[in-house]
């Protein structure tokens, strides 16, 4: 729900400033200015939400916690990898944030800071999980993990020949929430990518991740914190500290 979002956007918005307050003198208004402008975005689109979620999650794994997907830079930069040119998105709503921070307070909020409020996108390309649909590993059939029902759906949607570049639904039943539904979804079989329905139906996953899955299928609230607590994690890897770095005044060009 939209209230679970902020309620994580309270953790994570801080995870690559190391110390909550550390704006409170040189920029007070900053997190009333990045609340209100997400959620004119996601007034605009719900899904934005976790567009921005996603985002984040992308930028601190290459180089850690630096704003660098944002960069436009050449064919070779982080925005236009393969995980991220076609679907990667939030760029925009960035950019208003980044200039109403800087009417408030200008060359003090740097990007990296600004994109704490993170992404994961909903939708997928077919390109990237088709292989289950009709040739799991080479079986020339579809992974027998698939529950029946939505291997005949995306079998439907993404046809065998076809170009790849219809989108699908990432997390069935709840594409405009952040719920634990994920978890129930790889119980029944429904985990889109492989690497998401192994966490549950592997034999490594018994002793390991199964638990785990069966756990917060069942503990939305538990999941909801461990979750915000696993991004500031993530959010502290590498950040750029004291006179490292720069305050960009466009966060998608270097000044």
Not at 58 to 76: E, I, K, P, R
Request: include cysteine.
């Amino acid at each position: 729900s939209s209230n679970a979002y902020f309620w994580l956007v309270n953790f994570f918005i801080l995870a690559c400033e190391l110390t909550p307050d550390f704006y409170k003198t040189t920029c007070p208004d900053l997190y009333r200015i990045v609340r209100s402008e997400v959620q004119k975005a996601l007034k605009y689109e719900m899904r934005m939400g976790a567009s921005l979620l996603r985002l984040h999650f992308h930028d601190f794994f290459v180089n850690g916690c630096d704003g660098s997907v944002l960069l436009d830079g050449g064919q070779d930069s982080e925005k236009f990898a393969t995980p991220n040119l076609n679907y990667a998105r939030g760029f925009e709503v960035i950019d208003t944030i980044k200039s109403s921070v800087e009417r408030a307070c200008s060359g003090v909020v740097s990007c990296a800071d600004i994109l704490a409020i993170a992404a994961r996108d909903s939708v997928l390309l077919c390109t990237f999980f088709s292989v289950r649909l009709f040739n799991f590993s080479g079986t020339q059939a579809p992974d027998s993990t698939i529950e029946t029902t939505m291997l005949s759906e995306l079998q439907n949607l993404c046809l065998q020949n076809g170009d790849g570049n219809t989108t699908s639904v990432l997390d069935q039943g709840s594409v405009d929430l952040f719920v634990n539904h994920y978890f129930k979804n790889l119980l029944d079989g429904k985990g889109l990518l492989s690497s998401d329905q192994i966490l549950f139906s592997s034999e490594n996953a018994t002793a390991t991740t199964r638990p785990l899955v069966q756990f917060y299928s069942v503990n939305e609230r538990v999941f909801f914190v461990e979750f915000a607590y696993a991004m500031i994690k993530m959010g502290n890897i590498n950040p750029l500290t004291g006179y490292e770095g720069e305050i960009r005044r466009n966060c998608r060009v270097v000044n």
